[in-house]
């Protein structure tokens, strides 16, 4: 097992399975933490583009500043392809609120380029009364109209 060249994943060959799938957009970049955050949304069946692993979140208490995250791959790349959509999946926490704001204000201002955050709320089957303030507040601000 060895890393894949174009996005960082988890690969056997020199490009992982999702980069080498013709059926996949290289269109839509979507951005994760680590490899196993591509299983869990692989999981979901919902996204038919590409991703970008960046080996990790920014972390100024542990050392970890862009220099050590696949950030300069993740640019190239986007130069490169010029894809339309660069989803932001890293997970609501500290470290990965301020790696999505970063990557944020490197990307914003490319033309034709929207860069997008996964949605975050409450999980199905979550009751109101357990929910923190933080979750709460970001579910209502992530609302979304009912087809």
Same mark, same amino acid.
């Given at each position: 097992?060895?890393?894949? %060249?174009?996005?960082?994943?988890? @690969? ?15 269109? =839509?970049?979507?951005? !994760? ?7 869990? #949304? ?33 640019? /190239? +790349?986007?130069? +490169? ?5 660069? !989803? ?6 500290? /470290?990965?609120?301020?790696? @999505? /704001?970063?990557?944020? %204000?490197?990307?914003?201002? +490319?033309?034709?380029?929207?860069? =997008?955050?996964?949605? #975050? ?9 357990? %929910?923190?303030?933080?979750?709460? %507040?970001?579910? #209502? ?7």
């Amino acid at each position: 097992i060895r890393t894949c %060249a174009e996005c960082g994943n988890y @690969a056997t060959e020199e490009l992982c399975p999702i980069c080498a799938d013709p059926e996949r957009s290289p269109q =839509t970049i979507c951005v !994760v933490a680590e490899a196993r955050d591509v299983m869990a #949304l692989e999981r979901a069946g919902e996204f038919r583009g590409r991703y970008h692993v960046l080996g990790g979140l920014l972390s100024p208490v542990q050392g970890i500043g862009p220099d050590e995250l696949r950030v300069a791959a993740l640019l /190239e +790349r986007v130069e +490169r392809i010029r894809p339309g959509e660069v !989803v932001l999946a890293t997970p609501p926490t500290v /470290e990965g609120d301020a790696t @999505a /704001e970063y990557l944020r %204000a490197l990307l914003s201002g +490319r033309e034709g380029l929207r860069v =997008t955050r996964l949605a #975050l709320g409450l999980p199905v089957g979550a009751d109101l009364d357990y %929910a923190d303030q933080v979750t709460l %507040a970001r579910a #209502l601000r992530g609302r979304t109209e009912m087809d």
